[in-house]
């Protein structure tokens, strides 16, 4: 195995740990996470926590392709969220990436990020609809989305889990994660519009996201409502298909 290290400078002296962890890595750490294309797992390296993304070997093809063509994802999460933080954009530290490359191919790769102690994600919002300050929450996550969008970030990634929110005495912080899917390029109102599609099929949450988006943009409510429920329709009506075409054939 040919393991390359890019360590930011102020983890370089300790590589050999992060070795030691990649080459025993089942072993390593608490896990966070354990999917089917990556595994998430909190560890400790000369007293600082941090997470570790370990991205699973990609099918045939990508392993060419990401050895060649395109960047790894553990080396397009470490440089996109340099480019979110020097944007002012919330996410958490980066600290290493490393990729196994074999021959022609990119077998597994790894991320490392600072661990960051949050309080809820957006997710949250959906689940406890009378959670504290949850409008206010909303609104302020609304604002962090123009923010972004202003900054010309699409997130591709934008669901759900993928915002962790910080409550810092009553005021609200916003860090993104699963950084590796993202373009930076200024974008269209149709864009910002669909970029809603995946967080939330409740309506009254899109319509306090789109009350407060359009007085941020200087579109009307109604403009931006309808365009934000539109995509937010078609993405859950695709979504419906897709789960009742998986259990009816896979029966799951």
């Known amino acids: 195995m040919a393991y390359t290290y890019f ?33 998430v797992k909190e560890i400790e390296i000369a007293g600082n926590n941090l997470n570790v993304k370990a991205f699973k070997v990609p099918h045939f093809i990508n392993q060419l392709a990401y050895r060649w063509v395109r960047k790894s994802k553990a080396k397009r999460s470490f440089e996109h969220a340099e480019t979110l933080l020097s944007k002012d954009i919330g996410t958490p530290k980066p600290v290493a990436y490393v990729e196994n490359k074999e021959g022609l191919f990119l077998k597994d790769s790894y991320y490392f990020s600072q661990q960051l102690t949050y309080n809820l994600t957006y997710r949250t919002l959906i689940d406890e609809p009378h959670y504290p ?41 916003f860090y993104l994660v699963d950084l590796n899917r993202m373009e930076f390029r200024k974008l269209t109102f149709e864009e910002r519009m669909k970029n809603f599609d995946r967080l939330t099929p409740k309506k009254e949450m899109v319509e306090i996201m789109s009350d407060e988006y359009a007085k941020l943009s200087g579109n009307t409510y109604q403009i931006v409502f309808d365009k934000m429920w539109q995509y937010t329709s078609e993405f859950r009506e695709k979504y419906n298909r897709k789960k009742a075409l998986k259990k009816k054939y896979l029966g799951k």
């Open 7 to 39: 360590i930011s400078e102020p983890f370089r002296a300790y590589q050999k740990q992060f070795s030691k962890l990649i080459s025993d890595f089942e072993n390593q750490g608490k896990v966070i996470y354990d999917g089917s294309r990556n595994t």
């Open 133 to 173: 300050d949850h409008e206010r929450i909303l609104r302020e996550f609304t604002r962090f989305t123009f923010k972004m969008h202003e900054k010309e970030v699409l997130f591709k990634d934008h669901s759900p889990g993928n915002t962790l929110i910080v409550n810092q005495s009553g005021r609200y912080e």
